[in-house]
């Protein structure tokens, strides 16, 4: 019992409590630590959530149905249905120097704009959030402003699209919405395929089946590229955290290669298909930006030169420059 006024001196007992608590958190964490990759690997489908991140919906609260709220006032948001019953949701944005006539036109008078003379870009995002996300959308206004369309969906499973993910369900929405755009088309207008990420295995997969049909596109523009998604994954955030624990490989790698996740981004180096034989005498350009610019994984559409690379890799005048 203590004397009135003096003060209480923390017992033995009462740090022993301590250390014996932050004990049982560490061995908690641990245990946690531990579980989850033997988690994964009894659960495929876990790992192919972390690799399709569609459930994260960044930024939260847009309205896929209203691309204005995006700053795109030359947008029209429609759906598709690539299998019956399967609804994909969609964006056009028309070349820049066309807004002010799409103001309050409707689905029929954008699509009657692609028998314009502008080429068309169909572009394929990465994982995590929709087609509504920041920078996709600032690089539409770039690829709009020199003249192109531009359109883009989310697939199966992200956004407001219906359906679950998957390599094969990604690659086949990627396909359906090509030959829609290819039957609306110009035939001497080019059709450009650009992949983001994620999107750049989406992209090899389309041009590879596109390539066996001998109906190859005029370019493939990949961006944040990867060499395959066993490599991906090795960079993922979530792998940092074991890239170094026994038989990583097995827990993790193995698991996508269970899902049918594959894609073979590397493959695209095989590809003999191109038709364009004017890209300034070479049919494949590799890009880098350096470090010091900090575009990282998403900022391409910031560089000034994204004009020129596109202009020097098409073998085109853009036609904004026409």
Not at 168 to 197: C, E, Q, V
Not at 278 to 288: A, D
């Amino acid at each position: 019992r203590h004397k009135h006024g003096h003060p209480a001196v923390e017992t033995p007992d009462r740090k022993l409590g301590l250390v014996g608590k932050l004990k049982r958190v560490v061995l908690w964490l641990l245990l946690v630590y531990v579980s989850i990759p033997f988690i994964i690997k009894l659960c495929p489908s876990i790992q192919a959530k972390l690799v399709f991140l569609n459930f994260v919906r960044m930024p939260y609260f847009i309205d896929l149905k209203r691309p204005l709220d995006q700053g795109l006032n030359h947008t029209h948001n429609f759906y598709l249905e690539p299998e019956s019953g399967l609804k994909i949701g969609v964006w056009h944005t028309v070349p820049a120097q066309m807004w002010r006539e799409a103001q309050g036109k409707e689905g029929d008078w954008y699509e009657s704009k692609f028998s314009s003379s502008h080429p068309v870009i169909l572009y394929l995002h990465g994982n995590a959030g929709t087609r509504g996300g920041d920078h996709r959308v600032q690089l539409y206004k770039v690829l709009s402003s020199l003249g192109y369309h531009v359109v883009t969906f989310d697939y199966r499973g992200w956004g407001d699209s219906e359906g679950s993910p998957s390599e094969s369900g990604m690659t086949s929405d990627a396909l359906f919405i090509y030959d829609w755009l290819k039957r609306r088309t110009d035939k001497t207008l080019p059709l450009y395929i650009w992949g983001h990420s994620l999107g750049t295995g989406v992209a090899t997969n389309v041009v590879r089946r596109l390539c066996d049909r001998g109906s190859p596109p005029d370019a493939l523009i990949l961006e944040s590229p990867f060499t395959n998604i066993r490599e991906e994954a090795k960079s993922h955030p979530f792998s940092m955290v074991y890239r170094y624990l026994p038989g990583f490989d097995w827990f993790f790698l193995d698991a996508i290669t269970a899902n049918n996740i594959r894609f073979t981004t590397d493959a695209a180096r095989h590809f003999s298909c191109s038709r364009r034989r004017n890209l300034s005498g070479h049919k494949v350009q590799f890009v880098p930006f350096p470090a010091a610019l900090a575009y990282k994984h998403k900022f391409i559409y910031r560089s000034p030169e994204l004009p020129n690379i596109l202009s020097d890799f098409l073998g085109t005048a853009h036609p904004v420059a026409q």
